[in-house]
T-cell receptor, first 116, second 115 residues
Framework: SAVISQKPSRDICQRGTSLTIQCQVDSQVTMMFWYRQQPGQSLTLIATANQGSEATYESGFVIDKFPISRPNLTFSTLTVSNMSPEDSSIYLC?????????????FGPGTRLTVT | QQQVKQSPQSLIVQKGGISIINCAYENTAFDYFPWYQQFPGKGPALLIAIRPDVSEKKEGRFTISFNKSAKQFSLHIMDSQPGDSATYFCAASPYSGAGSYQLTFGKGTKLSVIP
């Protein structure tokens, strides 16, 4: 399996500011995925980050609000820009790893963001 | 349009009993079906996953049953324990090559196992 770490684990931010979340993987991966989980809700895919190209955003998410960097095969950042209380969520990084010889999808521990 | 429908929303099971959670999907392009377990304050942890070339997969106390024609899959937790109390999410994704999973999640089932 892939070992994924995220920083920060949690943060409380003021409205109008921005927060950059880091995701580090212990092995090289082609694609990294960013998900959002609003309080008590399910997970929603924000974007797919492929090293060396622009991230691909899902419907309802835009680059100006959630810029993503993918400088190498083990690292990515997601920035939540101009935050509002509606951005309070858990943000999760996800990558593919192998288990028992098959490819599976793994998640990091998440970054719990509260916007006041 | 919700592409993965999960039920029930919550479930209470006695210790030692069987917990059953069901999911149904609409997109016939889906061919990877994982289940995740999430404890409060933690990220989702992969429990078990299945691909449509098999109808059942078992790992320890956890079993996935898959019905391709009905577009349904379910998670069975045998001998449920209080430590299994968590939220369970089913998910589905098409798969078109290494690293290309884009998961669509069900809304989750909160399982409580009572002693």
């Amino acid at each position: 399996s892939a070992v994924i770490s995220q920083k920060p684990s949690r943060d409380i931010c003021q409205r109008g500011t921005s927060l950059t979340i880091q995701c580090q993987v212990d092995s090289q991966v082609t694609m990294m995925f960013w998900y959002r989980q609003q309080p008590g809700q399910s997970l929603t895919l924000i974007a797919t980050a492929n090293q060396g190209s622009e991230a691909t955003y899902e419907s309802g998410f835009v680059i100006d609000k959630f810029p993503i960097s993918r400088p190498n095969l083990t690292f990515s950042t997601l920035t939540v820009s101009n935050m509002s209380p509606e951005d309070s969520s858990i943000y999760l990084c996800s990558v593919e790893g192998t288990r028992g010889g098959t490819y599976e999808q793994y998640f990091g521990p998440g970054t719990r963001l509260t916007v006041t | 349009q919700q592409q993965v429908k999960q039920s029930p929303q919550s479930l209470i099971v006695q210790k030692g009993g069987i917990s059953i959670i069901n999911c149904a999907y609409e997109n016939t392009a889906f061919d990877y079906f994982p289940w995740y377990q999430q404890f409060p304050g933690k990220g989702p942890a992969l429990l078990i996953a299945i691909r449509p070339d098999v109808s059942e997969k078992k790992e320890g106390r956890f079993t996935i049953s898959f019905n391709k024609s009905a577009k349904q899959f379910s998670l069975h937790i045998m001998d449920s324990q209080p430590g299994d109390s968590a939220t369970y999410f089913c998910a589905a994704s098409p798969y078109s090559g290494a690293g290309s999973y884009q998961l669509t999640f069900g809304k989750g089932t909160k399982l409580s196992v009572i002693p």
